[in-house]
Every structure is written in structure tokens, then in C-alpha cells.
Nanobody, 121 residues
């Protein structure tokens, strides 16, 4: 089990920024990979960004330049910095952990409860 707790969501105006946090009691260096997903209202869940055990990061092409994923191994936390937010970024954002190398977003991975991000004027 990898307990995950997200925080940092809220309401922000278009063009604003938010930084989401995901913390765990598990040593993140024991986790194969971690990621941020999101699900907008009436939409499919989609991958936003992921970070590997080695610290290699990737943000999906559509969000590159606006979103950044990072981590702090001393805090067992990963982060998602979101800039230049638009209403289309409104979604519940979920933290995901693949502890055993079975794949992010799979039924063998672990999920947080999600944090709501609303971009609205």
C-alpha cells in the first residue's frame, strides 16, 4: 500500500497559478514511478505528468511549458506547478504511484483522493 494525500487545489482565475502537492508515508525512492492525472467533468481521466524513481520527468505535450512536475525526496512528496491556467484545466487532479513497476494508472497502482482545481473568473 502506498497512501497518497494531495493538497493545494482551489479556485483560481484564468492566467493564474497553483502548485499541487502529493505526500506519502512511503519512501518515494522505493516507488518505481509517480504521476499526476486529472479528470474533468464528463471527461476521461488523462495523464498530466510523471516522474520516475531516478527523477526523470515528463509532462504531456499539450501541457508542456505550463506545467512542471518535481519532487522532494526529503519530504516524500511530488509537486505539480501549474501556470497560465485556463478553464480547460478545471478538473480533479489525482496523484498516482506505481510501486512495483506494473504501470502508472493501472489497477495495481495507488491513487490519492484527488484535489479539485477550478479555473474561473
Amino acid at each position: 500500500q502506498v497512501p497518497l494525500v494531495e493538497s493545494g487545489g482551489g479556485v483560481v482565475q484564468p492566467g493564474g497559478s497553483l502548485k499541487l502537492s502529493c505526500t506519502t508515508s512511503t519512501n518515494i525512492l522505493d516507488i518505481y514511478a509517480m504521476a499526476w492525472y486529472r479528470r474533468g467533468h464528463g471527461k476521461q481521466r488523462e495523464l498530466v505528468a510523471h516522474i520516475s524513481k531516478s527523477g526523470r520527468t515528463n509532462v504531456v505535450d499539450a501541457l508542456k511549458g505550463r506545467f512542471t512536475i518535481s519532487r522532494d525526496i526529503t519530504k516524500n512528496a511530488i509537486y505539480l506547478q501549474m501556470n497560465s491556467l485556463t478553464p480547460e484545466d478545471t478538473a480533479v487532479y489525482y496523484c498516482n504511484a506505481d510501486q512495483g513497476g506494473h504501470g502508472l494508472g493501472t489497477t495495481d497502482s495507488f491513487w490519492g483522493q484527488g484535489t479539485q482545481v477550478t479555473v474561473s473568473s
